[in-house]
């Protein structure tokens, strides 16, 4: 069965860096997403993607971060300087109807 | 957007049924009605969803109340495995199917 893949599974940085997270959704899918979730909080929505472009962002979604899908395969979170308040596991999703969801990147900023 | 309402808890015997309600008083006539799980340390997953009929599939049934105020989830046979969260969610009216995540339903399995 098809699945989302997600890469590093655990991402280790230093408050102020750039962080890209990776993910590579289901082939046949048009829809993408990436969420995050705090630790021992909800789920929550940063942005959908759609032909290329940003479709909605949440308020979350700030001007540190950065979506992009630079070949036919790979979706990309970029999170230019990171907060300590970032530290979060980030799960990418894709759909044609419902969403599929990989397994996360856990991020840790110290 | 509509909102739901499910209890933050729930408790199971393994191989016994389990119902998981939801409530969506506001919910409007073109909202449709997902459930996903969220097993530990795991991603969501996609259990169900339905409009207006009562679905089944492998993992689950959906009924869904006439006035479609509130579904329940059936699991048949609940399994170890089942321990999970489970969230009754109508994605954001107008949006491409963005989901917005309650507390939902604490699941646990006893064997």
């Known amino acids: 069965e098809p699945e989302v893949t997600q890469t590093p599974s655990h991402q280790v940085t230093q408050m102020g860096q750039e962080v890209i997270l990776r993910c590579v959704p289901i082939?046949?899918?048009?829809?993408f997403y990436w969420y995050r979730q705090i630790l021992g909080q909800k789920v929550e929505f940063l942005v959908s993607?759609?032909?290329?472009?940003?479709?909605?962002k949440s308020e979350i979604f700030d001007d540190q971060f950065s979506v992009e899908r630079p070949d036919g395969s790979n979706f990309t979170l970029k999170i230019r300087s990171t907060k300590l308040e970032d530290s979060a596991m980030y799960f990418c999703?894709?759909?044609?109807?419902?969403?599929?969801f990989g397994p996360g990147t856990r991020l840790t900023v110290t | 957007d509509a909102k739901t309402t499910q209890p933050n808890s729930m408790e199971s015997n393994e191989e016994e049924p389990v119902h998981l309600p939801c409530n969506h008083s506001?919910?409007?006539?073109?909202?449709?009605i997902h459930w996903y799980r969220q097993l530990p340390s795991q991603g969501p997953e996609y259990v169900i969803h339905?409009?207006?009929s009562n679905v089944n599939n492998r993992m689950a049934s959906l009924a869904i109340a006439e006035d479609r105020k509130s579904s329940t989830l059936i699991l048949h046979r609940a399994t170890l495995r089942d321990a999970a969260v489970y969230y009754c969610i109508l994605p954001v009216v107008g949006s491409q199917g963005n989901l917005i995540f309650g507390k939902g339903t604490k699941l646990s399995v006893k064997p």
């Open positions: 339905g409009l207006t």
């Open positions: 999703a894709s759909s044609v109807e419902e969403q599929y």
């Open positions: 082939s046949n899918h048009l829809y």
């Open positions: 506001t919910i409007s006539g073109t909202d449709y």
């Open positions: 993607f759609y032909n290329n472009e940003i479709s909605e």
